[in-house]
């Protein structure tokens, strides 16, 4: 049974800071590029950061230096560390797989077959 499974959502101030962890089954983290994406109001969902299984990360400019993805492949989970939070990060997290054989820009939601149901981010 292939299933991501989010959590670490909430609310937070401005400038505070929140740690999304998303539990992989079915699914490996070091066979799979792994991406977060989110869903903010009144946008298409989009993008945060990815990490590829040879450990190459990517980020969208407006997270960088303020959030972090890893991985443990022991525990076969992904982390999204966020720091410095905006309002503007306020929206719905999701974690995404792309299993071999890695097709596809890391930004397409096109690009992954694997997603989770999402948890919660909101600034204010």
């Known amino acids: 049974h292939v299933q991501l499974v989010e959590s670490g959502g909430g609310s937070v101030q401005a400038g505070g800071s929140l740690t999304l962890s998303c539990a992989l089954s079915?699914?490996?983290?070091?066979?799979?590029?792994m991406a977060w994406f989110r869903r903010v109001p009144g946008k298409e969902r989009e993008g945060v950061a990815a990490i590829y299984t040879n450990g190459l990360i990517v980020y969208r400019d407006s997270v960088k230096g303020r959030f972090t993805i890893s991985k443990d492949s022991a525990k076969n989970m992904v982390y999204l560390q966020m720091n410095s939070l905006k309002p503007e990060d306020t929206g719905m997290y999701f974690c995404a797989a792309d299993p071999p054989p890695y097709t596809g820009n890391w930004l397409w939601e096109s690009t992954y077959s694997v997603w989770g149901q999402g948890t919660q981010v909101t600034v204010s």
């Open positions: 079915g699914v490996f983290v070091t066979s799979s590029r």
